[in-house]
């Protein structure tokens, strides 16, 4: 193999070597988010018990439990990707050899790659950022010409603008594509399969999920 065919094969490889290292990296971030919203989740769920024990009741902590909720659950989601603990079902596929449940795993994983860039487009369509650019970003002269006012409307009580909360849906996108493009070069033999410390139920193998 000659030197241009070297340099070939290693500029292959970085994208998924890259891919893979951003995706452990981002990881680990939403590991400390998870438990951080978790830890919010769970003051605020006390501290609405004590204020409607004694009677002062804080309007505006159920939103923001909810909201917690919201986020917590995408951000866990897309962690739960990379470790390969979503949902499987292998009433099938484990009647099949090592090399037909290699294929059904690649498939699958392809699959989560499809639907994340599916769910990127369409909240993209939805935001519609270059449609409130051209509008200056004006929010209200945006919704007009476009009948799309979610950058108009605000949460019920702790009245921020919406679309600050539904970030999360294009983050999640990003993120669950992200760890599904590192699953599917782990599957195709393209990186070595990546220990996820902290996450030894992450490490196990023959699950197509």
Request: hydrophobic fraction near 55%; aromatic fraction near 12%; include cysteine.
């Amino acid at each position: 193999m000659n030197n241009e065919a070297v340099a070939a094969k290693r500029r292959s490889m970085a994208v998924p070597e890259a891919i893979v290292a951003v995706s452990g990296g981002l990881l680990r971030v939403e590991h400390r988010a998870i438990q951080a919203l978790m830890f919010l989740l769970s003051a605020l769920i006390l501290l609405n018990v004590v204020t409607r024990y004694t009677g002062y009741p804080i309007y505006w902590i159920d939103e923001s439990a909810v909201y917690s909720v919201v986020w917590l659950t995408f951000i866990g989601a897309s962690a739960m990707t990379r470790m390969r603990l979503d949902f499987a079902v292998t009433m099938l596929t484990e009647r099949f050899s090592a090399r037909g449940a290699a294929i059904f795993r690649v498939i699958a994983t392809l699959g989560v790659v499809l639907f994340g860039v599916a769910l990127g487009v369409m909240c993209w369509l939805w935001l519609d950022p270059v449609g409130i650019a051209q509008a200056g970003f004006d929010a209200r002269d945006y919704a007009g010409q476009s009948f799309n006012f979610i950058y108009t409307e605000r949460t019920q009580t702790l009245n921020w603008p919406t679309w600050v909360i539904y970030l999360i849906m294009p983050l999640f996108a990003f993120t669950m594509t992200l760890h599904a493009l590192a699953n599917l070069f782990e599957d195709l033999g393209l990186v070595a399969k990546q220990e996820l410390p902290g996450f030894a139920a992450a490490n196990a193998d023959g699950v197509v999920n």
